[in-house]
């Protein structure tokens, strides 16, 4: 089992910036691939980014592009979102997801993809 703990978010004015953290317990960090997702009131979760275990692979939604960045830290068993230039449209609710995987440069955008998801983090983008 993976545990998932995800952090930092909160409320920002449209433009502003928010990094949200998300920290793994429980099997070697490093074995997962990590994505990000969000899902808003009414709509269905939707992939946000992801990264591969190794760290060198990533890949975002269209809309995220040039925006946000994911990364991580297998020493401190941590992935990161780094929010910029944030929108009223992408206020939801996000949370982080691990896939174990044997490939290095692999990442996965299905949310069927994954196995162990957090709790998620409120993040609100007011106009």
């Known amino acids: 089992q993976v545990q998932l703990v995800e952090s930092g978010g909160g409320l920002v004015q449209a433009g502003g910036s928010l990094r949200l953290s998300c920290t793994a317990s429980g099997r070697t960090f490093s074995d997962y691939c990590m994505g990000w997702f969000r899902q808003a009131p009414g709509k269905e979760r939707e992939f946000v980014a992801a990264i591969s275990r190794s760290g060198n692979s990533s890949g975002y939604k269209d809309s995220v592009k040039g925006r946000f960045t994911i990364s991580r830290d297998n020493a401190k068993n941590t992935t990161y979102l780094q929010m910029n230039s944030l929108k009223p449209e992408d206020t939801a609710v996000y949370y982080c997801?691990?896939?174990?995987?044997?490939?290095?440069?692999?990442?996965?955008?299905?949310?069927?993809?994954?196995?162990?998801w957090g709790q998620g983090t409120q993040v609100t983008v007011s106009s």
């Open positions: 997801a691990a896939r174990n995987t044997e490939y290095n440069t692999n990442y996965y955008t299905g949310v069927n993809n994954y196995d162990y």
